[in-house]
């Protein structure tokens, strides 16, 4: 419809209208396009680090394999920001992992556990698009991440990491540190594709 009748049938003044609509726009729903109508994109293909946030929001709405998909993307990054905070600040690296051994053995501590310390790691990393790009999916990540942690096999194969990890930074060792972020990251996702059985690998855009 014409922005009037919309403002009209939403109850709303047309430059309110006309800001949601630029919003909506910067986050890659829809395309607006002067002297035509107005077009809803394809999320899947024009979405922006906006959409993990509007998912969150709308948990009834997630595609099944979310969660590994997000853990791919995880595994894809991890190592190299591992790497880069172990060799930058491993003190402070090591004052993160320690409060591991305090965990109690419930998901949603778990998962701000383990979301606080990729999140220390990407800003001790140095460089700052890692924990942009983090900051994109901490909504969602806070809403998914319980489900795996919910998991004892889950709670205990992270505690291993964590232990491993800190071992790398006691040690002052960059690259044993991307390695061993590289190793649970990829084991990570295996472990949640089986809990899942498979989940993880169907239902992908373009699939």
Do not use: C, K
Request: charged content about 25%; cysteine-free.
């Amino acid at each position: 419809p014409a922005e009037r009748e919309l403002a009209q049938s939403l109850g709303v003044a047309r430059p309110t209208l006309r800001e949601a609509l630029h919003r909506l726009a910067a986050q890659g729903w829809i395309t607006i396009q002067q002297g035509r109508p107005t077009r809803v994109n394809d999320y899947w293909t024009s979405g922006t680090s906006h959409m993990l946030a509007a998912l969150a929001e709308h948990p009834e709405r997630l595609p099944a394999p979310l969660v590994g998909w997000l853990l791919e993307a995880r595994r894809a990054l991890a190592p190299a920001y591992a790497r880069a905070a172990v060799r930058a600040a491993p003190e402070q690296v090591v004052a993160r992992l320690a409060r591991a051994a305090e965990l109690p053995p419930e998901a949603h501590a778990f998962a701000r556990f383990d979301w606080e310390l990729h999140r220390t790691l990407a800003r001790l990393s140095g460089n700052p698009v890692y924990t942009w790009i983090l900051n994109g999916y901490e909504a969602l990540y806070q809403r998914l991440a319980p489900r795996y942690f919910q998991q004892p096999e889950g709670r205990a194969f992270s505690r291993r990491f964590y232990r491993r990890l800190l071992d790398a930074a006691m040690a002052r060792d960059p690259g044993r540190a991307e390695r061993v972020t590289r190793s649970a990251m990829a084991a990570s996702l295996r472990l949640w594709q089986r809990l899942e059985g498979g989940a993880g690998n169907r239902g992908r855009p373009g699939d």
